[in-house]
């Protein structure tokens, strides 16, 4: 029984120092965030995760805040680094202006950089990267780092891998979209106009064309094709809605001549009714006759 007792309290103890012996920064570097202008931040199919994505030479913004919960007289913040799977970082460094964040406050660092399409070598290689926050002995004079905490990529949920788009690639991918936009808000077995019908079909033959330049990565060709089909398309919704205009114009035409004959219906049949009531009033009048006729006659015999 002693020696069970004395293995547990081993145990026991070697899990505490475990548990002291991770470093208990780990927990103070909060979720992180990339800001806007990105050009799409979320699911994408393509890449079967989340992605933030950013065009060439656009600034990237990544807001990480970190809380201080373990140094009583301040946690002294010397660099905030993103390390990026292609082996490169991007960093705020504060050596010059060390940034003092005080117990149980948090503050929130912003790493600023230009996104490279070079640098990120292919928009088909969705980054992981790794945010590390050095923090330091002193704010002043001489100082040496006391420890640097990490978080990877991953960390929360939603995670988001780093993609970035070149200029044409992007102009592609926006034309796609908005054609996208288009055959979704008038499908082309909607039109009723066979000529609007057969100008959305060519449109769609064109944007599949798109399609096919886009996922070899001729992005300019693509973007052609992409334009190309909304050109069509809008030509579609042209030729539908002047079709539609000349469907109402005879309706409208149609209503207003049977307006007219029925009001010339109506004239004649008025017309009518006046004659037979002309009609009558003189047979009433050869009645009133007759009778006064009859009286005078009557009378003088």
């Known amino acids: ?49 989340n992605v933030v994505i950013y065009e060439d030479g656009s600034t990237v913004n990544l807001i990480v805040p970190v809380e201080n919960d373990w140094y009583l007289d301040g946690l002294n913040v010397s660099k905030v680094i993103v390390s990026f799977d292609w082996g490169e970082n991007k960093t705020l460094n504060l050596s010059t202006s060390i940034e003092q964040v005080g117990w149980h406050e948090t503050h929130v660092f912003t790493v600023s950089f230009t996104a490279d399409a070079d640098e990120a ?10 945010i590390y926050v050095e923090h330091v002995n002193a704010t002043t004079g001489p100082t040496e780092i006391v420890g640097t905490w990490s978080r990877p990529w991953n960390w929360w949920s939603p995670s988001y891998l780093f993609v970035v788009f070149a200029t044409d690639q992007v102009t592609a991918y926006d034309l796609s979209e908005k054609y996208d936009s288009y055959a979704s808000a008038f499908p082309s077995w909607g039109f009723n106009d066979i000529n609007a019908s057969q100008l959305a079909g060519k449109a769609s033959i064109e944007a599949s064309m798109g399609d096919v330049y886009y996922t070899r990565g001729d992005y ?35 209503a207003l001549t049977e307006a007219d004959a029925n009001m010339a219906m109506a004239n004649a049949m008025m017309n009518q009714s006046y004659a037979w009531m002309l009609f009558g009033l003189g047979f009433v009048f050869m009645g009133i006759a007759a009778i006064i006729y009859a009286f005078r006659k009557s009378k003088a015999s």
């Open 121 to 130: 070598v292919s928009s088909d290689w969705a980054h992981e990267y790794t």
């Open 1 to 49: 029984m002693k020696k069970s007792a004395a293995l547990l309290f081993v145990v026991s103890m070697c899990a505490m120092i475990s548990m002291f012996a991770i470093s208990p920064t780990q927990a103070y570097i909060e979720r992180f965030t990339w800001l806007p202008p990105y050009m799409f931040k979320g699911y994408d199919a393509d890449y079967g995760a």
């Open 220 to 254: 300019d060709s693509a973007g052609t094709q992409y334009q190309t089909a909304l050109d069509l398309y809008s030509q579609a919704l042209v030729a539908e809605k002047e079709w539609e205009t000349r469907v109402q114009e005879a309706e409208l035409d149609i």
